[in-house]
Nanobody, 126 residues
């Protein structure tokens, strides 16, 4: 079993920054491509970012492109999401996700991931 635990969420003002972290435990050798998704009240789950194994390629959703960055530390089994220039529209629960395989292209579909964290709340005030 693989467990993913997100941390780093909180309340920030518009224009501020937050850094989310996802710590993996268990059979971490089964983790390859990783992603971040978010879900706001009344909205569907939205793709935020993805990073390949071992970390050479990254991809971002249009709504966060240029403001968010994703990185991973494979030795520590962690994945981070640096969020800058936050907007009220970024308010959501953020989830990290892991895939048990390596894909040939960034995976934007949540159902393609095998493991999910419990989520961490990010609230951006205007």
């Amino acid at each position: 079993q693989v467990q993913l635990v997100e941390s780093g969420g909180g309340l920030v003002q518009a224009g501020g920054s937050l850094r989310l972290s996802c710590a993996a435990s268990g059979r971490t050798f089964s983790l390859y491509d990783m992603g971040w998704f978010r879900q706001a009240p009344g909205k569907e789950r939205e793709f935020v970012a993805a990073i390949s194994w071992p970390g050479g390629s990254t991809y971002f959703g249009d709504s966060v492109k240029g403001r968010f960055t994703i990185s991973r530390d494979n030795a520590k089994n962690t994945v981070s999401l640096q969020m800058d220039s936050l907007k009220p529209e970024d308010t959501a629960v953020y989830y990290c996700a892991g895939a048990a395989k390596r894909f040939t292209a960034p995976i934007r579909v949540g159902t393609m991931y095998d493991y999910w964290g419990q989520g961490t709340q990010v609230t951006v005030s205007s």
